[in-house]
Nanobody, 123 residues
């Protein structure tokens, strides 16, 4: 069974940094895998999606240049380094796997989801 466990969320001031981790089991992080986030009242938003064996990634325009995804294949872990955080980055961050084709930033294309980790950025 596929299991995705996110961690690393917390509360930070604007301009700060945070590193999230997604430990996967029953699924290789070298396969298509992504980070999404959701704020109450808004649709789930693709943050970054990885493809081509994890060698390529597509970032949302809102996080491009500030967030960086990385793969620790030895530990089957996907990380998200978030820098220059803004209050609008606040939300629950989810790791998603089981890509079924299409855009890697489309939440409807993923079958498996973690429980999420909360990120709060204060002003």
């Amino acid at each position: 069974q596929v299991r995705l466990v996110e961690s690393g969320g917390g509360s930070v001031p604007a301009g700060g940094s945070l590193r999230l981790s997604c430990v996967a089991s029953g699924y290789s992080v070298s396969n298509n895998i992504a980070w999404f986030r959701q704020t109450p009242g808004k649709a789930r938003e693709g943050v970054v999606g990885c493809f081509a064996g994890g060698s390529l990634a597509t970032y949302a325009d809102t996080v491009k240049g500030r967030f960086t995804v990385s793969h620790d294949r030895a530990n089957n872990t996907l990380s998200l380094e978030m820098n220059s955080l803004k209050p609008e980055d606040t939300g629950t961050y989810y790791c998603a796997a089981g890509f079924e084709g299409g855009s890697v930033l489309d939440s409807l294309k993923y079958k498996y989801w973690g429980q999420g980790t909360q990120v709060t950025v204060s002003s």
